[in-house]
């Protein structure tokens, strides 16, 4: 829930205009799945995919590139030495941040540092075991052939969610609602990593005492929320 919730008010924040709140919000979410779950679980990458989406909708695709190839650095390095701990992705995973990283070089249209660092990186991941042989790859090409004039789309650009909402429908099986963000039922927890999920934040966003931008952001926040006719914690 908290993840969940965590994550609409980071793109809220980036729709209503507050990019910075959005971007720092996923860093603090990320940092605990990180270190609880791996910073490959895929709770993890995807809050990390969120914070270049609102770098990439700021115009900031140098941060958004840096998002990525760290995914890749770690994806190509492995074992991260912790057996709790998810460190390592399948070969569709590894495409689609290749994909991303190639999106972030075309609007950037070159390389944040020195043009053999990427070109190394992708011909390291190009060479992993598995990804040769898998379909995800087949069509891979080394960064030293992309083009900056190609276009990529809407490819890593932030988009609102079609429904504001926490969780899915009961599963027919069990009856338990499974989190959406989560796919944790209620009964199941995760280890407390720190206290820094930025509460702090959501409390500002609550009625009560704020100051003038506070309650701009608030009010902005819940126009976004509220946009579509569905209440912000709205379960289906």
């Given at each position: 829930?908290?993840?969940?919730?965590?994550?609409?008010?980071?793109?809220?924040?980036?729709?209503?205009?507050?990019?910075?709140?959005?971007?720092?919000?996923?860093?603090?979410?990320?940092?605990?799945?990180?270190?609880?779950?791996?910073?490959?679980?895929?709770?993890?990458?995807?809050?990390?995919?969120?914070?270049?989406?609102?770098?990439?909708?700021?115009?900031?695709?140098?941060?958004?590139?840096?998002?990525?190839?760290?995914?890749?650095?770690?994806?190509?390095?492995?074992?991260?030495?912790?057996?709790?701990?998810?460190?390592?992705?399948?070969?569709?995973?590894?495409?689609?941040?290749?994909?991303?990283?190639?999106?972030?070089?075309?609007?950037?249209?070159?390389?944040?540092?020195?043009?053999?660092?990427?070109?190394?990186?992708?011909?390291?991941?190009?060479?992993?075991?598995?990804?040769?042989?898998?379909?995800?790859?087949?069509?891979?090409?080394?960064?030293?052939?992309?083009?900056?004039?190609?276009?990529?789309?809407?490819?890593?650009?932030?988009?609102?969610?079609?429904?504001?909402?926490?969780?899915?429908?009961?599963?027919?099986?069990?009856?338990?609602?499974?989190?959406?963000?989560?796919?944790?039922?209620?009964?199941?927890?995760l280890k407390r990593a720190s206290s820094n999920?930025?509460?702090?934040?959501?409390?500002?966003?609550l009625p009560g005492q704020h100051d003038d931008?506070?309650?701009?952001?608030?009010?902005?926040?819940?126009?976004?929320f509220h946009r579509n006719g569905r209440g912000?914690?709205?379960?289906?």
């Amino acid at each position: 829930m908290i993840i969940s919730i965590g994550r609409f008010l980071a793109i809220a924040n980036s729709l209503a205009g507050h990019a910075p709140r959005g971007t720092k919000l996923c860093n603090d979410i990320s940092y605990n799945l990180r270190r609880v779950l791996g910073a490959l679980h895929p709770q993890a990458l995807e809050m990390e995919e969120l914070r270049s989406q609102i770098y990439t909708s700021a115009g900031h695709y140098r941060e958004a590139m840096g998002v990525h190839e760290d995914i890749l650095r770690l994806i190509v390095d492995g074992d991260d030495g912790d057996d709790r701990t998810t460190d390592t992705v399948s070969p569709a995973v590894a495409r689609h941040h290749l994909d991303l990283l190639r999106a972030s070089y075309l609007r950037l249209k070159g390389w944040d540092k020195s043009a053999s660092n990427y070109h190394d990186l992708v011909r390291e991941l190009l060479n992993m075991k598995g990804h040769k042989s898998s379909a995800s790859f087949q069509d891979a090409v080394p960064a030293e052939k992309w083009s900056p004039k190609d276009d990529p789309g809407t490819l890593g650009v932030l988009s609102a969610p079609l429904e504001w909402r926490f969780f899915v429908p009961c599963t027919a099986e069990t009856g338990d609602a499974t989190s959406s963000a989560t796919g944790l039922r209620p009964h199941m927890g995760l280890k407390r990593a720190s206290s820094n999920w930025r509460l702090s934040f959501l409390h500002k966003l609550l009625p009560g005492q704020h100051d003038d931008e506070d309650n701009e952001s608030r009010m902005a926040t819940r126009q976004i929320f509220h946009r579509n006719g569905r209440g912000f914690g709205h379960k289906h």
